[in-house]
């Protein structure tokens, strides 16, 4: 049986104190302009959430219409996390996963932003591996040279 691990979203709120573009928006508020930048990042935001369970990475995307994906993650091959000095006052991240799942294909999944990115980043890293050794998969690359 499938087991929910946790569940997260992208912050606006630390995303405004946690980054320069959000100092640049929050400085913008000051003239108005700043107010929409806002609301619209706040709607992205709340749009997408993703669940981590011990089988999948699952993304829900949508207010109205709304989709689900998800990446099993045996298939994920690399995480990856990126944060800024200004990004570590307020604890947030964007993690890169690259995967052999079609959900992948265009390139990594990003999910920006991501409150306790490091701890979010780790997990999805020992459950792949857990799940990999549930599974009995072994990652193979092959170098094709022309």
Known sequence: MEKSITRFQSSTWRWLLGSFAGWGTLLLCLIGV???????RWLTDIAVSYELTDQRLI??????????????LYRIKDTTIAYSIVNQLTDIGTIAIRSSDAT???????????PEGRHVREEIR???????????VREVDIDVEN
């Open 59 to 72: 993304i829900r995307r949508g207010i109205v219409n709304k989709t689900t994906d998800e990446i099993e």
């Open 104 to 114: 992948t294909s265009g390139g990594d999944l990003v999910l920006r932003d991501i």
């Open 126 to 136: 020992r459950l792949t591996d857990a799940a990999r050794q549930l599974r009995r």
């Open 34 to 40: 700043g107010l929409v930048i806002v609301a619209w």
